[in-house]
């Protein structure tokens, strides 16, 4: 049996990735935004071009599947259009910034997206690994501490801005003149330093050390993500990041879109929940605690339609549990341990606790029917 294929690289818009259902075109919101018209127009673009299903990746990019290659160049006219694509694919490659989707208008946070933007878009801008990435995390507390990123930006307990090397408890001051600027010098200590690692925390846990100015300590991240009421709209769930245009275009009714690596979006100005199909509106709602990654037969390499198999498994999932859902051992949806993964074999399923996809099974060869007495 071969191992599933690793890709070191991240798909974009302008380098699509084949999969099972075709291409995969990912589209990176600009400051993790989406106004109405752009929402309205990427969810007709994706029934006209793709095959009328959208992911909600966990970086906060919205995926358009199913794309052929006849279908490809006038998806990406249209998305050019819009004004939603980088001007070359180095750049789009290096725009690899989450931003807090609780920011404020007239706030900080507000003019630091933009800034970094242009920064890690400039011709000199280091070139970094496919996977390495910004997080803005400016609001009063921080929010994205659990989300994948390599150099953040903070506030310490007073509110200062501080600069982060992802695995440091300790950040650097900086201002919101200076940010972006020390985001970028930072990135070119990485590039420096980095040997064969490819992401910070890496770096760090080799024990490479920090410039002398990191010694500000960090804030510790208190917020849970749930769907919910916010004084800006109302979050709402997607169950595996997964989206129809129609649902799409029933969001980009209420309000622009903020992107959320939570399998979450915040619908600006929404005071009620949207009364809209797919989304979940309830925070107890399990399929919120379960992670499926695409599977068969959207995924070449899926063993097994993930999908349906978790939604099957939600409603015997106990409090607090968390269930990681893999079609292969490669684990894409949930890089991390989970208190439970299945993972499709060739054999059957294995049950995993507290790891990976690709660890040690607790047991294997089992049934789906078999899996919730295993729970
Ligand atoms: S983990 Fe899932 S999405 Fe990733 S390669 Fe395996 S089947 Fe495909």
């Known amino acids: 049996m071969t191992g599933p294929e690793i890709k070191g690289w991240c798909p974009g818009a302008l380098r699509p990735m084949q999969s099972g259902d ?9 400051n993790g935004r989406l106004r109405r018209a752009q929402a309205d127009g990427i969810a007709t673009l994706a029934a006209a071009h793709g095959n009328g299903m ?12 199913g794309v052929t290659e006849k ?7 249209g998305l050019r259009r819009m004004a939603l694509l980088d001007p070359d694919e180095a750049v789009e490659s290096r725009r690899n910034i989450l931003l807090t989707p609780f920011w404020q208008t007239g706030g900080e946070t507000e003019t630091l997206g933009p800034a970094l933007t242009a920064a890690v878009s400039a011709e000199d801008a280091p070139v970094t690994p496919g996977k390495f990435g910004y997080a803005v995390d400016t609001g009063r507390e921080p929010v994205l501490q659990n989300a994948s990123a390599d150099i953040r930006l903070e506030r310490d307990a007073g509110g200062g801005l501080i600069l982060i090397a992802d695995g440091s408890d300790k950040g650097k001051a900086v201002t919101v003149e200076t ?16 040997g064969d690692h490819t ?19 960090r804030q510790q991240q208190s917020h849970r993500p749930a ?10 769930g997607l169950a595996f990041g997964q989206l129809t245009v129609e649902t799409l275009a029933s969001l980009a009714k209420q309000g622009g879109l903020r992107m959320t690596p939570w399998r979450m979006l915040l619908v600006e100005g929404a005071r009620e929940f949207p009364g809209v199909e797919g989304v979940i509106t309830d925070p107890n709602d399990p399929l919120l605690r379960i992670v499926a990654c695409t599977g068969a037969p959207r995924c070449a390499q899926g063993l097994v339609e993930t999908r349906p198999l978790a939604r099957q498994l939600a409603p015997h999932l106990k409090d607090g549990q968390f269930l990681h859902v893999s079609g292969c051992a490669k684990g894409c949806a949930h890089p991390r341990p989970a208190s439970l993964t299945v993972t499709a074999t060739t054999e059957g399923l294995d049950l995993i606790r507290d790891g990976r996809a690709s660890d040690a099974p607790e047991q294997t060869g089992l049934t789906p029917q078999e899996i919730p007495e295993t729970l």
């Open 54 to 65: 959208i992911d909600l990746s966990s970086r906060g990019n919205l995926q358009i599947r």
């Open 179 to 194: 940010a972006a600027d020390e985001a970028i010098a930072l990135a070119h200590w990485f590039m420096e330093n980095r």
């Open 22 to 30: 075709g291409l995969v075109v990912r589209i990176r919101p600009f």
């Open 227 to 236: 769907p919910g009421y916010t004084p800006l709209g109302a979050m709402i």
């Open 199 to 217: 992401r910070m925390a890496g770096l760090l846990a080799e024990g490479a050390k920090l410039p002398a100015d990191h010694f500000v300590p």
């Open 71 to 77: 279908s490809y160049p006038p998806l990406i006219e």
